[in-house]
Nanobody
Framework: VQLQASGGGLVEAGGSLKLSCTAS???????????MGWYRQAPGKQREMVAT???????KYADSSKGRFTISGDPDLRTVYLQIHSLKYEDTGLYLC???????????????WGQGTLVTVSS
């Protein structure tokens, strides 16, 4: 399963961005997605969870993400978004998309990371 993330860029502090991530596979591959999420890899820091979305709509946010970050989309449709408002310098980082679910016949679990989209916030 391949994940394609987009929407990052250079933004002034206080601005907004909407990131997108879509999961796909080679033609004919049967797969279903259970969870999709966004993680951030900031320079010199460990990768951290930003927000996740389960099939059915259950969301989970890191404490640091509550209030300014909104995850949306539909794992059943293999798409997830991350809206970020009031961007801060510390939001800078590579935003990576993760999807997990089952693939193939018989279904076996998978978890895939995308290459991410870079968000740079200027102060």
């Amino acid at each position: 399963v391949q994940l394609q993330a987009s929407g990052g860029g250079l933004v002034e502090a206080g601005g907004s961005l909407k990131l997108s991530c879509t999961a796909s596979a080679t033609t004919g591959t049967v797969f279903g997605v259970n969870n999709m999420g966004w993680y951030r890899q900031a320079p010199g820091k460990q990768r951290e969870m930003v927000a996740t979305l389960r099939t059915g709509g259950t969301t989970k946010y890191a404490d640091s993400s509550k209030g300014r970050f909104t995850i949306s989309g539909d794992p059943d449709l293999r798409t997830v978004y991350l809206q970020i408002h009031s961007l801060k310098y510390e939001d800078t980082g590579l935003y990576l998309c993760l999807a997990d679910g089952r693939i193939g016949v018989p279904p076996t679990p998978f978890a895939s990371w995308g290459q991410g989209t870079l968000v740079t916030v200027s102060s």
